[in-house]
């Protein structure tokens, strides 16, 4: 960490990652003037901590905003309102040099390793794209190249092939290959194995977590598989239409969830050890968007715990008495699942 | 004994490419029983989906059937002509397919494609395919399913537009249902409520399932009994209490074992070495004796047959060990 852009000195306790009321609308609908008249609000007000060295997994439906906040997080799009701050850096006004160091040092893998490898490039190339600024020699690019490719386990004889000729994680290796070229701190993986058989996931995320450890990388790992999830995060983030409505260390998540959104999440995951008789909470209806969304809880259409009060106000994501410290939940009539009764 | 709703025997689909033919499915049997849900299982490529496709007679044109029977019934659905095969699809096996984004036209208004079918099958009339419709919407949980017949595809959503394709799938009643990989395309709290609603409608209508997926959690809540393919061959086959209880096909348990819920957090994942064999290359032996940690001479040397283990369990391995996690 050379660079005099980066605040020196942070305290050790600092987040890598701060996330203040982070907002992106998305004008959905025009009025003869060209000024919005609808929006959709994909992200409506975050605020998340992401430490050095861990890993925080955001997950959540389709529409629930995850990627759209990867991507505002990584300033690959531009928020409505709100804050990043890496490293105490303000990501959003950051420019020239500190923009640049920035882009290092925050990587992102996406899930398709079809669609995200150019086809005209070979494996040189695209791993090594990023170290132009390095100005190394051809033959010391190829040598830097060779290294990464050991690390994400492929050989050297890979080099001057297409991605064509690789298989699904073969390429999705050449993507994190890409990644962890130019040496970064921060890596946004955008469901990362979702594209990917069983059998080679298994190899893709014990990859992720040996890279984690070697390089001492911080993960923000974006995924709909709560079992991928479980494995790989040390803290869940579970979105629903824009907002983190619960949040909480992986464990305890996952054994004592009290947002009655990620009871029925979890619940509706298909499992190896459940039996078929096992209570499931089913939700009703299907997600509704988030075009113009009203005041009130977004879950309030589909929840089995709804009160009048969660269709006047929007719970803020609050630390409740009854549970760990660092375990916060957005609901105004939360109940551990040992509570429930009678939910069909 | 319960009848057999479904028997395939010893399929065989052949695929060209440029100047060479080879077996996609190989010698691929099993049975479907009446009010059954059989799981099809296995990753890219073991050739699931074309063992759907040929019992339809939907092959694409790349691939043709080389052997093998598709009885249904009395019949055998591969011997067929074709006029005849249109009058059985819909009206006695129908598939649903894993995209409902594509599947649909989305030119047409929804109830338009509903009684498409029905039309073409019953002599009824427009009045009551309409209602017919209507009644099969109403059935997957579409609500106002009268009004929303003028509806297109675009105005649905994902979870909805795979609801209409089993109401479409459903409208002729058919006595067995494909379904491709009918939930990857979907979250997981609308996946469950379309597999609760196959499985529902399989108890009021009495219908058997053929379900293609590659999830071992889907196949545990919903199956009956699994059959897993891997290379274009059944490698295990079984009822689905005793498949998750003692699998014993190498690859079924590196399947289940690589599995994230089965290791702790923070662990190594037990993974399968090696990759996919080509189809295209010479084969000898057993095709997955390349990945496999117990393989031995024997296996290299001759390919396994698919054999009885016991009452109800098929498996196509000389070596099996009983299975730790």
């Known amino acids: 960490m050379s660079s005099a852009a980066i605040t020196p000195d942070p ?11 982070l907002v992106k609308r998305f004008p959905v609908r025009r009025d003869v003037l060209g000024r919005p008249t609808s929006h959709l609000e994909a992200v409506a007000g975050v605020d998340l901590d992401v430490h050095t060295g861990e890993t925080v997994a955001l997950v959540g439906e389709s529409g629930c905003g995850k990627s759209t906040l990867a991507r505002l997080l990584l300033r690959l799009i531009e928020p409505t309102a709100g804050t990043v701050e890496f490293d105490g850096l303000d990501v959003l006004h950051a420019s020239g040099r500190e923009l640049r160091t ?15 490898l150019d086809p005209r490039f070979r494996v040189l190339d695209i791993v090594s794209e990023g170290m132009t600024h390095l100005n190394l020699s051809r033959s010391d690019r190829r040598a830097r190249v060779a290294e990464i490719l050991e690390l994400v386990e492929l050989s050297s004889g890979v080099l001057d092939r297409y991605p064509h000729e690789f298989s699904g994680g073969q390429r999705q290796r050449i993507s994190i290959a890409r990644a962890i070229a130019v040496g970064p701190r921060l890596v946004v993986a955008d469901e990362p194995v979702s594209a990917l058989d069983v059998s080679v996931q298994s190899t893709i995320l014990n990859l992720l977590s040996d890279l984690q450890d070697r390089l001492k990388l911080t993960y923000v790992f974006i995924s709909h598989d709560m079992s991928v999830v479980r494995h790989m995060a040390n803290r869940v983030a579970v979105m629903y239409l824009g907002r983190i409505v619960e949040m909480a260390p992986a464990r305890d998540l996952f054994d004592n969830p009290q947002h009655p959104y990620t009871q029925a999440l979890l619940s509706s995951v298909p499992s190896l050890h459940r039996d078929r008789e096992s209570r499931r909470i089913r939700l009703v209806g299907d997600v509704p968007t988030a075009i113009d969304p009203p005041r009130a809880c977004l879950f309030a259409s589909r929840c089995f715990r709804r009160i009048d009060r969660c269709t ?21 009539n939360p109940a551990p699942v040992t509570e429930l009764t009678d939910v069909s | 004994m319960h009848d057999a709703a479904l028997v395939v025997e010893s399929l065989q689909v052949e695929i060209q490419q440029r100047r060479s033919a080879a077996l996609a499915v190989d010698n691929v049997s099993f049975t479907v029983g009446n009010g059954e849900v059989v799981c099809l299982v296995g990753e890219s490529g073991c050739g699931k989906t074309l063992t759907a496709l040929s019992i339809m007679r939907l092959l694409p044109e790349a691939a043709q059937l080389a052997g093998g029977r598709v009885l249904l019934g009395q019949d055998d659905l591969t011997q067929l002509r074709e006029d005849e095969m249109r009058r059985r699809r819909g009206a006695d096996v129908s598939m649903i397919f894993q995209e409902p984004m594509t599947a649909l036209d989305p030119s047409f208004a929804i109830g338009y494609q509903l009684t498409e079918t029905y039309l073409a099958h019953e002599s009824g009339s427009k009045a009551a395919a309409r209602a017919r419709a209507a009644e099969m919407l109403d059935l997957v949980g579409i609500a106002g399913a009268e009004q929303r017949l003028g509806d297109y ?37 609308i996946q469950a409520q379309i597999l609760e609603l196959i499985l529902g409608l399989r108890d009021k209508l009495g219908m058997s399932v053929l379900l293609i997926t590659h999830d071992l959690g889907v196949v545990n809540e919903v199956a009956d009994r699994v059959v897993v393919m891997y290379a274009g061959e059944v490698v295990e086959s079984a009822r689905a209490s005793d498949f998750f209880a003692n699998p014993r096909h190498p690859y079924a348990q590196g399947l289940l074992r690589s599995m994230p819920g089965l290791t702790p957090p923070g662990q190594r994942l037990p993974v399968i070495r090696g990759r996919v064999p080509d189809l295209f290359a010479p084969r000898t032996g057993c095709r997955f004796a390349p990945r496999c940690d117990q393989c031995q001479p024997d296996c290299q040397a001759a390919r396994p047959p698919l054999e009885r283990v016991d009452d109800q369990h098929e498996l196509r391995c000389y070596h099996p060990r009983p299975f730790a996690e």
């Open chain 1, 102 to 116: 920035f882009r290092q040092q925050a990587q992102i893998i996406f899930q398709d390793p079809f669609g995200s």
């Open chain 1, 11 to 21: 305290s050790p306790n600092d987040p890598l990652l701060r996330v203040r009321s």
């Open chain 2, 153 to 189: 595809p675009h105005q649905f959503s994902g979870g909805m537009r795979q609801r209409i394709m089993i109401a479409m799938a459903l409208m002729l009643e058919p006595n067995v249902l494909i379904a491709d990989e009918p939930t990857t395309a979907l979250d997981v709290t």
């Open chain 1, 312 to 332: 006047e106000s929007v719970p803020p994501l609050e630390h409740l008495p009854t549970i760990e410290r660092d375990h916060t939940v957005a609901c105004f």
